[in-house]
């Protein structure tokens, strides 16, 4: 929920945009990993591809809950998969989830999402010859 005034609802309506863009560009960027899955013959590829297809769909479904919340404020409506709706939590935080957070935005998290990027681009490049076009 937005606690800033917008009167005109003009910010939700552009963040809505926005959204749904973002939504529209990953519903082509996993179009094509799929086909990529499917047409390639290297088993490790599409492994590592229908992990990221699986990682790709549930963003798309939490972009989704996203528009349709931003939708909703912008009507003044409540849709049943609107994300979870309230003012923050103003109590203390657990210092184990703090930590949790902290280890997961950290280079951790992402040095095994990058590295397998990285080697999945790497290996396409030496497999291209496999993929059927």
Known sequence: MLYQPDPDG????????????HAHRKAQSLERYLQLAERSQDPVTTLIVRLIVGNEESQ???????????RDQF??????D????GPPT??????????????TASGDYR?????????????SGKAASKVAV
């Open 10 to 21: 003009v910010a939700i309506e552009q963040l809505f945009t926005a959204v749904e863009a």
């Open 60 to 70: 798309r479904r939490l972009l989704r809950q996203l528009a349709l919340t931003l």
């Open 75 to 80: 009507n003044w409506t409540q849709s049943p």
């Open 82 to 85: 609107d994300l979870p709706n």
């Open 90 to 103: 103003t109590g203390p935080i657990d210092p184990d989830l703090k930590r949790i957070v902290h280890q």
């Open 111 to 123: 040095s095994e999402g990058v590295l397998c990027h990285t080697r999945l681009h790497e290996r």
